[in-house]
C-alpha cells in the first residue's frame, strides 16, 4: 500500500529483493520488473538468472518464470488430454492412444459424467472414489451384484422405479435397496405428507411488517413440508414490504437530516456526499450517532503524467526504430531482386550459347598416333612375310595323299548311298514355315524400334514394376551425378504453361524442385485437408508439432513429448498482449505484479 512523504504525497516501497537481493536497488527501473521475476524464481528455489534490464530481458525472465513454474495442471473435456481415439485397423473398433503421458496428479473433469479425474502412474482415476454408474435392469428384479457401492443406484425399467442401495440386512446380509422415485406415480410424495426431519413451530398472522414473521411455537403445528413452506413465503412477503421504504443510499452535498419523522435514519443507512465524493455510514452507539466516512477519493492522474510520457516517448522511439528496420530490409531486397535478375540473364544466355553449339560424331575417326602406328606394324609384318623361308613340314607326300584316298574311299562305300539319302529325305516333313535362329534375333532387334527405343521414346501406356529383389531400387539413376539432373520433369494444371523439373543440380549435395510460376507443392489428406504447401512463396502449414519421433506403429508416426506449436504461439501471443496491457495500464509495481500474474495464468 502506498504511504506518505513529510509533504503529504503518495508514495510506493515495492517489496523487490525479498529472496533475490541484488534486485533491491532496481525496483524504479525496468531492473525492477526483472528483479520482481527473480525473486519468485529464487523464492521458488529455482536457479537464477540475470537479464538486460529492458522489454528483451523482461520477456525472457517471463518466460524461463513460466518453464520453471511448469507443474501439473488440470483440463475439461469429453476425453482426457494427452492422447487420442484411433479405430483400429485389425478389430474395427476404437482405441485410445497416449500420445503425451501426463504427469502424476494432472487433473481433468469429464464433462460427459460429470467427474473429477487423476492421474496416476498408468491410468485415470476419479477424485471423488468409484460412485459407479447406475444399475439398469428390465425384469424387475434386484441386481445380482456381490459388492454393491454405498449410494449405487438400480433403476427398475420394468416398473419405472429408482432404488438406491441402503446397506445390507442385519438378519441375512442381503442388500436392501430403498425406493426413492416412482417415474409412473403410483405413489406420491407431496408437500403435504413429507414429514420434516425438524419439528418446529407453525406461522402466524402478524400486526407489523418484521423482516422474519414471529412463529406460533404450539406443538404440533409445524410437522410436514407445507407448514414450513407457509412460513417461508410470509416471511419473504413481509421482507418485499419491509424493504420498500428503505432507502439504500442517500445523495446530496449536506449531510441528511437525523430528526425528521417522516423519514428517520436508521444505523447502516449509507450517504454519498456530492461535495467531498465521499461516502458515509451511520453509526449509533450506547450515547451518540453520527455519519462515519468509509471511503476517501484522490485524483492521482497528474502523477501518472510523467509514467504516461515515459511509455508514449519509448513506444514512438520503437516505432520508429522498426520502420527503419523494414525500411532496410526492403533496400536489401530490391539490391538482391537485380543481381539475381542480371545472374538468371547471364545464365539465360550461356544456356543459348551452349545449345547452338554444333554436335560432332567422332565414332568413326581415329588419331594420328593410332594410325600411324596400325601403319607401322603393317609394313613390318609384310617384310617379315616377303623374307621368310617357305616351311614344308605341314605339308603330305604323294604316297600319303593316295593312302587318305583309299581310305576315304573305304569308308564312302560304308555309307549310304544317293538312293538311301533319297528314300530318307522323302519322309522329311515340309520346315519352310519353321522360324530359324536369324528371325529370332530380327524379332529381338525389332522390339526396340517398334515398342520402346533403347534412346528413349514416347511412351502412351503404364509400367507396373514387380521387382523380385527388394534391395534394388526400381529406377536407377545413380550411375553419375548428372543422370540424375532434370530426372522428373512435370506440367501444372495453370491457365499457363509451367514446368516443374526435379533431380540433382550444379551445387554440391543438392536435390531440387526447379520452378518458375505459382506452382504450389502439397501434402493432401483424404483428397481434401492440405496439411503442408510449399510455394514461392515459402512453406506453410496447418499444424507443427515439434517433438521426438519414436518408430512407427501399426497405427503410423509415433511423437513422444509433443509440443502444438501453432497452439503454443496462440498462447504466448495472447500472454503477451495481456502483458504489454498490464504495463499499459499499471500504475504502481502491486498492480505490475497483479497483472503480469493474470497475463500468465493461462500460459
Known sequence: MPGRDSEGLQTWNPSVGLHFKPAAKKRESYGGIIGALQDLQSGSGNKVKSYPENFAGIIAAIQDLILSGKTTGSDTGVKPPGGDIIINPDTGVPDWIITEEPLNGQLWFDTRQGRLMVWETDDWYQTNGADGLPIVTDDGMAPGVEYVVPGQFWYDAQNNNLYIYAGESHTDGTPVWRLIADLDQDFIQTTATLPLAAIGPRVTSLED???????????????????????????????????????????????????????????????????????????????????????????????????????????????QAIHNLYEMLENFDVTDNAEIAHLGNLITALEAKVDRKPVVDMTGYVTSDDYSTATSQLIS?????????????????????????????????????????????????????????????????????????????????????????????????????????????????????????????????????????????????????????ITKEGPACSTLYLGDIGDNTNNGRVIHNKIDVKERLHTYQSAFESIRQAVSSSTDYVSLKSGLLTALANV
Open 209 to 319: 411488517y418484521a423482516y422474519l414473521p414471529d412463529p406460533d411455537i404450539s406443538e404440533g403445528n409445524m410437522l410436514v413440508q407445507k407448514d414450513f413452506n407457509e412460513w417461508v413465503f410470509q416471511s419473504l412477503v413481509n421482507l418485499d414490504v419491509g424493504l420498500e421504504t428503505l432507502r439504500p443510499v442517500l445523495i446530496s452535498d449536506t449531510p441528511p437530516p437525523s430528526d425528521d419523522p417522516d423519514k428517520p435514519l436508521i444505523a447502516g443507512q449509507l450517504w454519498y456526499d456530492t461535495e467531498t465524493l465521499e461516502l458515509s455510514i451511520w453509526y449509533e452507539d450506547d450515547n451518540s450517532s453520527q455519519w462515519v466516512p468509509t471511503s476517501v477519493s484522490y485524483a492521482i492522474d497528474e502523477q501518472l503524467l510523467p509514467l504516461e510520457a515515459a511509455l508514449a516517448t519509448e513506444t514512438r522511439l520503437r516505432e
Open 381 to 533: 609384318r609384310l617384310v617379315s612375310l616377303e623374307t621368310a623361308t617357305p616351311d614344308y613340314s605341314s605339308l603330305v607326300s604323294n604316297t600319303e595323299l593316295e593312302e587318305q584316298h583309299a581310305y576315304i574311299g573305304s569308308v564312302i562305300a560304308s555309307k549310304a548311298t544317293p538312293a538311301d539319302v533319297a528314300a530318307v529325305a522323302a519322309q522329311i516333313p515340309d520346315v519352310s514355315n519353321f522360324l530359324v535362329q536369324q528371325d529370332v534375333v530380327d524379332a529381338i532387334a525389332n522390339i526396340t524400334t517398334e515398342y520402346l527405343p533403347r534412346t528413349g521414346g514416347v511412351l502412351t501406356g503404364s509400367f507396373q514394376l514387380q521387382k523380385n529383389d527388394y534391395a534394388l531400387p526400381s529406377l536407377d539413376f545413380s550411375g553419375a551425378s548428372w543422370y540424375s539432373k532434370c530426372a522428373f520433369q512435370f506440367t501444372a494444371n495453370a491457365p499457363t504453361p509451367a514446368n516443374t523439373k526435379f533431380g540433382t543440380t550444379e551445387n554440391p549435395w543438392e536435390y531440387a524442385w526447379e520452378f518458375g510460376a505459382d506452382e504450389d507443392f502439397c501434402w493432401i489428406y483424404n483428397d481434401t485437408n492440405k496439411v503442408f504447401s
